[in-house]
């Protein structure tokens, strides 16, 4: 559960009255609905790291240590990259980027064969 800054549990909505289980659902429920909140870290060469979802990413998977080992390994190496050898970062991300998908391809297509017999 998440604690303010004093070590109290979050508040609830001060306008609704709802009460939240993590940051992310209170934020989620405070913003506007056309708004999003996700901060960005402008990286050289103006790159984005997303870091409002990949904090979010953790957070959902903190029990899959194996995604928390991939992502942070993955985030430290761009910002590396992004630090020390600038030129090479575009094709570092899309490699990351592509890696990622086709794992996401390849669960999505175990699920139709499975789904399917």
């Given at each position: 559960?998440?604690?303010?800054?004093?070590?109290?549990?979050?508040?609830?909505c001060?306008?609704?009255?709802?009460?939240?289980?993590?940051?992310?659902?209170?934020?989620?429920?405070?913003?506007e609905?056309?708004?999003?909140?996700?901060?960005?870290?402008?990286?050289?060469?103006?790159?984005?790291?997303?870091?409002?979802?990949?904090?979010r990413?953790?957070?959902?998977?903190?029990?899959?240590?194996?995604?928390?080992?991939?992502?942070?390994?993955?985030?430290?190496?761009?910002?590396?990259?992004?630090?020390?050898?600038?030129?090479?970062?575009?094709?570092?991300?899309?490699?990351?980027?592509?890696?990622?998908?086709?794992?996401?391809?390849?669960?999505?297509?175990?699920?139709?064969?499975?789904?399917?017999?």
């Amino acid at each position: 559960m998440f604690k303010d800054w004093d070590g109290n549990d979050l508040p609830n909505c001060p306008e609704c009255g709802e009460k939240f289980e993590n940051a992310f659902d209170a934020i989620d429920h405070l913003i506007e609905d056309d708004d999003e909140f996700d901060p960005v870290l402008i990286l050289p060469g103006g790159y984005r790291l997303l870091i409002g979802s990949l904090l979010r990413g953790l957070y959902v998977n903190r029990h899959n240590p194996d995604f928390i080992k991939d992502i942070t390994e993955s985030t430290y190496a761009t910002l590396f990259t992004a630090e020390f050898k600038p030129e090479v970062l575009g094709e570092t991300v899309e490699d990351i980027i592509v890696e990622t998908e086709m794992e996401r391809f390849d669960v999505q297509l175990k699920n139709l064969f499975k789904n399917g017999e």
